[in-house]
């Protein structure tokens, strides 16, 4: 069984950083496509960045690059996103998923395995 558990989020002044952590369990992040996703209320859930596996190859939505960073520790079998500079839109609920395959995608329906989510609240 395939479990991804979010942590790290919280309620934050703009300007701020966070460091969201998944935890994969059933699951080897190392070899494996995963990814970081948001939704923000009244919205769709939408890519923010993601990591493919073996190469270890990196992709981020537009809006946060420069100021987002995801990686992964493969002893920890663990997968974070480095958020710095918060904006106001970056509220919203994080979820990290899980696909097969070393790919990275930015497409929900490419990934197989999905967290709960964490909520992330920046506020001005």
């Known amino acids: 069984q395939v479990d991804l558990v979010e942590s790290g989020g919280g309620q934050v002044q703009a300007g701020a950083s966070l460091r969201l952590s998944c935890l994969a369990t059933g699951w080897i992040v190392e070899v494996a496509g995963m990814g970081w996703f948001r939704q923000a209320p009244g919205k769709e859930r939408e890519f923010v960045a993601a990591?493919?596996?073996?190469?270890?190859?990196?992709s981020y939505r537009e809006s946060v690059k420069g100021r987002f960073t995801v990686f992964r520790d493969s002893a920890k079998n663990t997968v974070y996103l480095q958020m710095n500079s918060l904006e106001r839109e970056d509220t919203g609920v994080y979820y990290c998923?899980?696909?097969?395959?070393?790919?990275?995608?930015?497409?929900?329906?490419?990934?197989?395995?999905w967290g709960e989510g964490t909520q992330v609240t920046v506020s001005s």
């Open positions: 990591i493919g596996g073996v190469d270890g190859h990196t």
């Open positions: 998923a899980a696909k097969y395959g070393g790919r990275w995608s930015s497409f929900e329906a490419d990934y197989n395995y």
